[in-house]
């Protein structure tokens, strides 16, 4: 399984991206998928998932209700949008994907894949 992640870029403070993760080499319904971001100097930190049937959604307490994290089957994506950006949202973002939903979603261990990531700036 090959993840490319996309969709990064340079905003300012209150703006919004979407990131995307396109799956290839196998079938993205089969996974459950994350985000994860990664800032200068700290550890990489989980931000979203989604599970495999793509009714449950999780979120890191600092991006409820500004991020929501969706997938679209047919073109073997997942999307991770973001609304009312802050300066500290910005690092790499990385998309991941789990085949078994065996561990816990917030680790980083429990995932399998993982794309390549994609630079997020938020200018105050």
């Known amino acids: 399984v090959q993840l490319q992640a996309s969709g990064g870029g340079l905003v300012q403070a209150g703006g919004s991206l979407r990131l995307s993760c396109a799956a290839t080499?196998?079938?993205?319904?089969?996974?459950?998928m994350g985000w994860f971001r990664q800032a200068p100097g700290k550890e990489r930190e989980f931000v979203a998932a989604i599970r495999r049937s793509g009714s449950v959604t999780y979120y890191a307490d600092s991006v409820k209700g500004r991020f929501t994290i969706s997938g679209d089957n047919a073109k073997n994506t997942v999307y991770l949008q973001m609304n009312s950006l802050k300066p500290e949202d910005t690092a790499v973002y990385y998309c991941?994907?789990?085949?078994?939903?065996?561990?816990?979603?917030?680790?980083?261990?429990?995932?399998?894949?993982w794309g390549q990531g994609t630079q997020v700036t938020v200018s105050s």
């Open positions: 991941a994907a789990d085949l078994s939903e065996s561990s816990s979603y917030i680790r980083r261990s429990a995932y399998d894949y």
């Open positions: 080499g196998g079938t993205f319904s089969r996974y459950r």
